[in-house]
């Protein structure tokens, strides 16, 4: 191989830097996880967090054809239950400002959430007290 | 390189072989293709049921030209915006029809007719138009790609494309851009359990009660009842897409 | 020296035109760019003409792509010697016409991310969802055929893979024209005669867009068509055109033979402003009957008369296209036959259509991506016809 010596010294570089970097992303003191404003109502989340983490996606994308197909509404997993208890105390919404419940986590993670395009990010009770959205 | 026929045939064959298992399963219950099917609830107590059809009675004879309470009550409960321009969705509309060789007119809402064959539902590529077990015809925006093709298919131009982006969204009414749409029956409002949609309940508290909304499927009710005593239609009757809209009055 | 310095221009010549398809081909994305983000209001499509300008392009490219594998087909098939000459070039525009034309209808969709749900849930009784499958095998099967042709070993397997090749784009094809074919509900479409009209359409518009490409290639490159084989294209050429001139006046006739059929058929050939006269003048005269003056003439059908008909044929169909595809929208659905209607919605109005900007940029920016492959792939492989080499030399 040519360039055998580069590859090797940039392998190396990387391998020297990566324990390195990952443990300066443990602590939450140095700012590197997102703020997640904690849900506004209730007392827990339908599931733990560490599941909820990992597989809320699937829940919600198996829930959405119980619903759409099937006409199940305000089941355990249905989105707008998640809106109505994390919706922000300030902003009201899930995904309005930066440190709001769904937009906090998927920008940090750089995760584009689609769900928004289409779904109400305020729940239905503070929708109606307001003038209503504009569509 | 050397002209080494083993390892190129042994490449090939490997990339055949995955490419083929990967049609069929990716993991465990995994499949890589899903194929359309009509979707049934695992609980017929709750949600869609299948023993039940949908439809509606309108009798056009009381319907005045000029009265918008159903486009206004449906505008209102779906979060749509008053249309000012051809890109604006429209769910209901009314129509104004006057009949050539007789000049008789009539007033007529027209919104998805909720047939019983739909054209959109059959030409739908990924299965996003569908027809709910309880008849309602739906568009699952989470499939939908928008090719608008549905659009083409269906004679009574119930189905709207929306061409921007939305905001304020109803919660039970989720829509955006990019997606197809169409009354929907207020399915929201059937399955929490409300017994009529917004627009045939607005006609009723207006008192002119053109609108009937209930189920064809059981002989007790009063959409029922109505359809067996006076003469109603179909619209484009001849397409034999069973609506589940009537009119009565054309 | 004389070889270096032509290798030099070559290579200029390819970089020069591989700059301007990637520019056509970029501005054609960018355009689709805006479009997803500002939806389609930016076009001039609405809720009553829901497919515009880029189906127009989009179905071109798609069957003109079918028909230009035609001259392979009667090569590999058919066992025409010169036709086989030139069939790796028909199969690398097929290709290339395939891709530029999926490129547009994959960016027309109102969610274009979404071309993964496309292609992962399928609803068969959909021509759309079988189109998905037809229109990738197509690309796969060509991309094999191609190799049958290029690799010696193989070669014996290009009667088989071109076989399969045909007998996939008449399903394909067949499939393009039953999107319209199965709709019920507008009076311009839900005819079986749609299937076999965009099959000899495609012959045509195939055969056009390959002798194009082939002359282009032949004047860059100094050489010249054999006159015994330039007129033998020229006239399979002019029965392509007059065939398809032929079924376009039966869909016509017939359609307007019914009482129900004839406002329609009125708003097409006489009253709906924009579309008679793209009708007769676009397609019937400038796509046609010119053409097949300029094929047939014994005077006028040279090298230079046959390129000047290709290239009229080719605006016949975007002129035919665009009345097929935006007429038979702009026409209303008959909802309450017999009667005068009208609504907020646009019933009974003749809906208006005017092609915005970010369309036409798409359009042809699909073109563009044409143009790239097929750039691309002639300075790649050897696809120049080889017409003086001995007959077996491929």
Known sequence: MRHAGLILAVLALVAAVTPWSASRADTAKRGLLPAIEPAAKGERCVEDTATMRRNHMRFLEHQRDDTVHGGIRGAKHSLKGCVDCHASKTTGSVAAAKTDFCVACHSFAAVKVDCFGCHATKPAAALATTSGGKP | MSDDPGRRGFLGLAAAATAGLAGVVLAPGIRLVEVAQAATPADASIGANPKVRWGMLIDTTKCASGCTDCVDACQTENGLAKPTRSTDPQWIRKVEIKEIKTGRQASVPVMCQHCAEPPCVDVCPTGASFKRADGIVLVDRHSCIGCRYCMMACPYKARSFVHEPLTGQKPDVPRGKGCVESCTLCVHRLDAGQKTTACAEACTRAGHGAIVFGDLNDPASEISRRVREVRSTQLRADLRLDPGVRYAGL | ?394
């Open chain 3, 1 to 394: 020296m004389q070889t270096l310095v032509h290798a030099r221009n070559e290579s200029r010549n390819f970089w020069l035109l591989a700059t301007l398809g990637a520019l056509v081909t970029a501005v054609g994305l960018g355009a689709a760019h805006l479009m997803e983000e500002h939806g389609h209001a930016i076009t001039g499509m609405d809720n009553a003409v829901v497919w515009g300008l880029p189906h127009v392009f989009a179905i071109f490219m798609i069957v003109a792509a079918s028909g230009v594998l035609n001259v392979a087909s009667i090569g590999s098939v058919f066992g025409k010697p010169d036709y086989k000459k030139r069939a790796p070039l028909s199969g690398l525009l097929s290709i290339a016409m395939l891709a530029g034309g999926l490129m547009v209808l994959m960016l027309d969709l109102g969610r274009p991310e979404r071309i993964v749900v496309a292609a992962t849930h399928y609803n068969f009784s959909s021509v759309f969802a079988w189109n998905v499958l037809l229109y990738s095998g197509m690309v796969a099967i060509v991309v094999l055929y191609l190799w049958t042709m290029f690799e010696r070993r193989f070669n014996a397997w290009s009667r088989p893979a071109g076989i399969a090749a045909l007998v996939w784009r008449f399903v394909l094809t067949t499939g393009t024209g039953s999107i319209f074919g199965f709709l019920v509900a507008r009076q311009a479409y839900g005819t079986a005669l749609l299937a076999p009209l965009f099959i000899v359409l495609s012959f045509g518009w195939g055969l056009a867009v390959f002798l194009i490409v082939q002359a282009t290639m032949y004047r860059w490159n100094g050489r010249h068509l054999e006159p015994a084989l330039q007129r033998r294209l020229a006239r399979l050429l002019g029965v392509f055109v007059a065939a398809a001139l032929f079924l376009v006046a039966v869909q016509h006739l017939t359609s307007g033979y019914f009482a129900r059929q004839q406002a329609f058929e009125a708003f097409i050939l006489r009253d709906g402003g924009v579309y008679p006269w793209l009708f007769w003048g676009g397609y019937v005269l400038v796509g046609a009957a010119l053409p097949l003056l300029l094929l047939f003439h014994p005077r006028l059908g040279g090298e230079g008369g046959m390129l000047a008909a290709c290239l009229l044929i080719v605006l016949g169909a975007f002129a035919w296209l665009y009345v097929f595809i935006i007429g038979g929208q702009a026409f209303p659905l008959e909802i309450f036959p017999g009667a005068e209607v009208s609504s907020s919605f646009g019933d009974g109005q003749i809906a208006g259509y005017l092609p915005a900007w970010p369309e036409w940029l798409l359009g042809i920016g699909g073109l563009g991506a044409a143009f790239l492959l097929t750039v691309i792939g002639v300075r790649a492989f050897d696809f120049m016809p080889q017409d003086d080499l001995a007959a077996g030399g491929h």
